[in-house]
């Protein structure tokens, strides 16, 4: 049995939502399964020295129109956000404690985190809008509030995030296929022709 697909993002990534409606359905096509793994791109900006997209001059307003045209190309429905990139502290750690209890219900939530950013224009780094969607997933509420400010949770993403840059990501989506990294949501042709051949 191959390994799964690692699927390295940060729920404040536009190319990472995109990247996010596609790749499981892609990978089951090929006998695949997918690991999914929130970090902060924050803090590997501090390693790279990068910024958000729409903070960098020229790069940033040609950005803005990027998100909408590869969503449109893609058929995924997209709405920028008001609150534009949100530090995803609270769905990132939500997400590892709901995923060491029921790794369904953690994607379910992942996918309604994304959502809720990208399609609603939800607050989805609020605490408490975290938790209402987590709920809606099939979560306890109230054993996930308790859990967000412990240390252990908090450690967690910590270690996802140091784990992420040890293995050489600087970018959201990142996804790694048998040691092979894909940087970017452009990059789903190749992911596909990768699977479909083993390689190339």
């Not at 960098?56 to 129109?65: F, Q």
């Not at 379910?108 to 408490?128: E, I, S, T």
Request: aromatic share 12%.
């Amino acid at each position: 049995m191959a390994e799964p697909i690692q699927f390295w993002f940060d729920f404040t990534s536009p190319y990472s939502y995109l990247m996010s409606e596609k790749l499981d359905d892609l990978a089951a096509k090929h006998g695949r399964k997918v690991k999914w793994k929130p970090v902060l791109l924050g803090a590997i900006f501090k390693v790279t020295g990068s910024q958000p997209l729409l903070n960098v001059p020229l790069k940033g307003e040609y950005s803005a129109r990027d998100f909408l045209r590869s969503a449109r190309f893609l058929g995924i429905p997209y709405r920028q956000p008001d609150k534009f990139p949100l530090a995803m502290l609270a769905p990132s750690r939500a997400y590892y404690w709901l995923h060491d209890r029921d790794c369904a219900l953690a994607r379910r939530f992942a996918h309604a985190v994304f959502r809720g950013y990208f399609v609603d224009n939800r607050d989805v780094a609020d605490p408490a809008v975290t938790i209402e969607l987590a709920k809606a997933a099939g979560a306890n509420g109230d054993e996930l509030a308790a859990a967000l400010g412990t240390q252990e949770v908090k450690d967690r993403l910590k270690q996802e995030c140091d784990a992420s840059i040890a293995m050489g990501m600087f970018g959201a989506p990142y996804v790694v296929i048998d040691g092979e990294p894909f940087w970017g949501a452009d990059r789903l042709p190749q992911i596909e022709k990768w699977l479909e051949t083993g390689g190339f």
